[in-house]
């Protein structure tokens, strides 16, 4: 039984707030430091602020990602304006493309 409306057991759930997003794409071409993992640090990340504590969702490009999973690729660090990348299998051959969101500041 789909109690949700009921005030008696639960009532609607409203949001209590909005959550400001912005989007931004970051080319993550063929310079990775190590010898595997591999790593690649972006920093001065134009349009949208970015510290230690932003809280963030990256992912790949739907236009990369089977490299980006075959390589096993993902964000590791964040810090004043930069993001650390980490491939954990092979280095990437190709430029990536990042997708990153940034929810509210």
């Known amino acids: 039984t789909d109690t949700r409306a009921n005030t008696s057991v639960c009532g609607n759930v409203y949001s209590l707030g909005t959550v400001e997003v912005a989007s931004r794409t970051l080319e993550l071409n063929t310079t990775w430091s190590g010898s595997g993992p591999y790593t690649k640090t972006i ?5 949208v602020t970015i510290t230690p504590t932003t809280k963030l969702l990256v992912g790949a490009d739907p236009s990369c990602q089977d490299e980006w999973w075959e390589c096993g690729v993902h964000c590791s660090a964040q810090g ?3 993001l650390t990348f980490t491939a954990l299998y092979d280095k990437p051959s190709t430029t ?3 997708v990153i969101m940034v929810l509210g500041q």
């Open 80 to 82: 004043d304006r930069s």
């Open 43 to 47: 920093t001065n990340i134009g349009q």
């Open 96 to 98: 990536l493309t990042a």
